[in-house]
């Protein structure tokens, strides 16, 4: 690389694990203007009140915020002689804060792309590929010498001249489509032998390879990125942005060691995500990397699908429940403000108060994880389309998510990729919401684990296997069912009969039959089972003088068994979960929360009685167990911002006795007081007066 200036800024003390302790992060995005704008010293004063320790700071790629001395490496209009960037370092480092820096290659400006035409991206006409969003930028080839080399050449110049502990690099990945310039075309070919897919084609043959080829340049790339900055500073990491997927849309064996600790860039809720999908981002990442550090970016501003308004501020609110709710669930804070100009500083104070919570819990937060409940993550790329990875919600899934919510159950993940006896030994209780993916050495993972006493609660096409003229259910014989035919879909106006009283069917009194679902499967049950819910044979919808059974009862709708090693599985053979996030009928909800109390058996490890939607998380070591409730109810707890501070009243709470305690005592940590804990029957059980926004019950055991 070039000879770069020397800075007088001191380097830290080298710390190989520095990112085990960046546990609260402030994320700075500079415009253009800031540096004749900006006001260093309230971002000093943001930094010292949000008790921040690590900083994410805007250095370079599409512009730079200091004096590079890299041609084509765009600086700031309104740098003149100053560094942005380097003061704004300085002053993290004396607040005793890690520094990250951030780059962006995803875009260069004209004089760049006239240079260095080989940098840009290409349609499929091979004209260069204007930016979307601001005329006269253009955007970059990901597998072109500007990623390779010239980002390289920009990282080595910021690690080499500042006290910083890693690179960011956000929007790396592409614009989000194939660019058919020859710095990717002519590697394609030569590697696969093939052409390019065609966007236009998603039945391209191309396509597999292409997303295969992809996933291992973007993963080479990483690990290139990662080596270069080490050269230079032996602690220092590259660390790529990440979505959801963390690294299943890279290769796990080339990238593995790359990613000491992941950032979530999820920074807010849209449309209908519900007020818990914060904490699922935690929980899935926890799933997948049960010991390795994740960050969930929150912006300060309103997050809405494309629709941006980058120099608005969000409901305070929404700000600090998505925050809290995030973390409470493994997912470390870390917000992020566009532009160091502050036209609106209502984000501030729950920003504050949502990090100060933090560092309260801290301590309490880095229990393992007790929950005995897990949903089995079963997440896979579409080969067909690669930017598709990001999107992950399914219905099925989300429906499940909502209904072991409501129930107060406290839950983790499992991702399919971690699934083995040793991941579940701690589990409980594994539920399939329908998982379609599942192979032969899943299956026998599962089976393994109910013939050693483990429970399951299967939905719908979960473990079918085999073709669509021959489907099996992979689990069937663990289930004590038979697939006699495949699913079918959309039925209308289904429903499913209560056939006598069983605990999956409790709550329905009145009732003789609930609505069914949308697709289902026909089953036969083996002997041993207990079927307590059977299909009503289809029946017309309309003519409304035509919509009545016509036939009794008969094929099994759920199907419960009792193992002998003391397991217990319910098989659902239809779509329950997705039915219910659809149309969030209570029955629906019900009977999720009734199979798996059932499967669970008679001493859960935390039970939470009371009014209100409240999310659960239980942390336990050989000293004390603590119990989160975060409080989600509002009228907009399914949609849209939250306008104001989410609160429950009172909440009974009973924790199951660890072997070999006798007794306990009890403190409310957010609040500040003790609780009466009576032990009786083996349970702990206490009242928790009215909770806003977050509350920790810390139980030490006598």
Not at 238 to 264: C, E, H, K, S, W
Not at 568 to 592: C, F, K
Not at 677 to 693: F, K, N, Q, S, Y
Request: charged share 25%.
């Amino acid at each position: 690389m070039r000879q770069t200036e020397t800075t007088t800024t001191p380097l830290a003390r080298p710390d190989d694990d520095w990112f085990s302790t960046a546990t609260r992060w402030t994320q700075l995005t500079f415009t253009d203007d800031d540096p004749v704008r900006y006001d260093a010293e309230f971002w000093s004063d943001v930094m010292r009140d949000t008790h921040t320790n690590a900083l994410c700071l805007s250095a370079g790629g599409y512009m730079a915020f200091y004096p590079t001395c890299i041609p084509y490496h765009h600086r700031s209009s309104f740098l003149g002689d100053s560094d942005p960037f380097g003061e704004m370092v300085e002053r993290a480092r004396r607040l005793g804060i890690r520094v990250m820096a951030r780059v962006d290659p995803h875009a260069i400006h004209a004089d760049a792309a006239e240079a260095h035409p080989e940098w840009l991206a290409r349609d499929e006409e091979g004209h260069p590929i204007p930016h979307w969003s601001f005329p006269g930028l253009w955007l970059t080839d990901p597998f072109s010498s500007y990623h390779r080399d010239f980002i390289t050449e920009v990282a080595q110049e910021i690690v080499s001249r500042y006290d910083v502990d890693a690179i960011f690099a956000n929007r790396w990945e592409g614009h989000g489509g194939i660019s058919y310039a020859d710095a990717t075309a002519r590697p394609f070919r030569e590697d696969t032998g093939l052409e390019l897919p065609r966007i236009g084609d998603r039945d391209d043959p191309a396509w597999p390879e292409y997303t295969a080829w992809r996933s291992r340049r973007l993963s080479e790339l990483v690990v290139h990125w990662d080596d270069a900055v080490r050269a230079v500073k032996p602690h220092a990491r590259f660390i790529p942005n990440r979505g959801q997927m963390l690294t299943r849309d890279l290769v796990r064996a080339i990238v593995d060691d790359r990613y000491p600790m992941f950032f979530i860039d999820k920074q807010g809720r849209s449309g209908l995500e519900a007020a818990w999908s914060p904490g699922r981002i935690g929980k899935r990442s926890r799933g997948m990397f049960p010991g390795r550090p994740v960050a969930l970016i929150t912006s300060v501003g309103p997050e809405h699908h494309d629709l941006r308004w980058k120099d608005s501020v969000g409901s305070p609110a929404e700000t600090v429940s998505y925050i809290v709710d995030g973390f409470v669930h493994g997912a470390r804070p870390w917000f992020t403000k566009f532009k160091a100009e502050c036209f609106d500083t209502r984000w501030v104070a729950p920003v504050v108060q949502a990090f100060r919570l933090h560092e309260l819990l801290e301590p309490r937060l880095g229990r393992p994880d007790a929950a005995e409940v897990a949903i089995l993550d079963n997440v896979r790329l579409d080969p067909q389309n690669p930017w598709a990875a990001y999107n992950l919600a399914t219905s099925d899934e989300d429906g499940v998510y909502q209904a072991l919510v409501e129930a107060r159950v406290p839950f983790g993940y499992v991702a399919d990729q971690e699934l083995s006896a040793g991941r579940l030994a701690g589990v409980k209780l594994l539920v399939l919401p329908s998982c379609r993916h599942l192979d032969a050495a899943h299956v026998e993972t599962i089976r393994t684990f109910v013939a050693g006493g483990g429970s399951l609660v299967v939905l719908g096409e979960s473990s079918l296997i085999g073709s669509p003229d021959e489907p099996v259910l992979g689990l069937g014989d663990v289930l004590g069912v038979r697939l006699v035919q495949g699913p079918r879909g959309p039925v209308k106006n289904n429903y499913v009969a209560l056939i006598g009283e069983h605990p999956v069917t409790a709550g329905f009194e009145g009732a003789s039959r609930i609505v069914g679902g949308t697709t289902v499967l026909g089953v036969v049950a083996s002997d041993d089972t207990e079927v307590p819910l059977r299909f009503i044979p289809d029946y017309p919808d309309l003519p409304m003088e035509e919509v009545y059974p016509r036939e009794a009862p008969s094929d099994p709708a759920v199907v419960c068994r009792t193992h002998e090693a003391g397991g217990r599985t319910v098989y659902v053979a239809y779509d329950l979960g997705h039915t219910y996030w659809e149309a969030l009928q209570v029955d629906h909800g019900r009977l999720i929360s009734n199979a798996v109390r059932w499967a669970m058996g008679d001493d859960p490890v935390v039970t939470v009685d009371g009014r209100g939607l409240v999310d659960v998380a239980v942390r336990a070591d050989e000293t004390g167990t603590t119990v989160f409730l975060v409080p989600l109810e509002g009228a907009k707890a399914m949609r849209g911002q939250a306008s104001e501070t989410p609160r429950v009243g009172e909440q009974v709470v009973s924790v199951r006795v660890p072997a070999g305690r006798t007794g306990a005592t009890g403190r409310l940590i957010v609040s500040g007081r003790d609780l009466d804990v009576v032990v009786a029957d083996g349970r702990a059980r206490m009242t928790v007066p009215e909770i806003e926004l977050v509350e920790a019950l810390d139980l030490i055991w006598d």
